[in-house]
């Protein structure tokens, strides 16, 4: 009796459910027009990794945006970097001879593994002071982001050690000390103490100090809003305002500042958003919109 109440108690659930999802589908606002009569054709749902950089080759390319920011196409192509932490999804804009074309880009689940690392306690709970300079530290890397000057590189970018090692760590989420703290937005190159850091690409030396987290640091503009950053250096051989030549020491890898050996931290901020070094530096792929 009980089987034969349940299976007759289903259909008519199931016809409840098909009205909900009518009701819910007629109530859905229509899909989003594309921005131009070349985006009309928008092809299958595309999907990116936070930390990606999506790639939009066409002939005739004017200008290339998102979100509210326009920049020149690079090799025949829009590049467009996807922050680390970018959840959502976000539209794709470019510009050719042909019009106006989009792409909307679902970002996809935060893919990387989580690390945990013992460093010293003042790393973990710095005291007043040291929380001071780490703001002061903050507030002076942060200018660099909304840098605007003419490009000066090229893809893919020169490798920052002479022998590149496999990258590590690109996006880990860590607890360092059983705290958890932002997820790592560079790329770690084994390396011995003293081996030379090079510049990945043409550019101005826009800050070379002593961190507390980044320790021996070198931050370079590279144009079209590419900032190149090499952390944890022994010594530094360039100072703030030098023009750097592509492949120009900027120093040596080290162990300074918040780190559990020596090796170096290579990160890249194009346009503000945190990306996989690997992609600009040739060794791993772009997204490409087809
Ligand atoms: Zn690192």
Redesign the pocket.
Known sequence: MELFGRSTALPKLAAVLSVALAVALALAPPPAPAAGAAGAAAGAALAATPGSVVRWAGPGLVSCSMAGREWAPLDGACWYPLDLERTGSVELVRRSAGGVASRRVAIAAYPWPTQRLEVEERYVAPSAAELARIAREKERVGRLWSLATPRRFTLPLAAPLDSLPPAS?FGARRIFNGEPRSP?S?A?FAAAPGTLVRAAAAGRVVLAEEQFFAGRAVFLDHGDGLISMSFHLDTIAVAEGDEVARGQTLGTVGATGRVTGPHL?FALRWRGARVDPEILLGRGAPVEIR
């Open positions: 760590r790592h560079g770690d931290h």
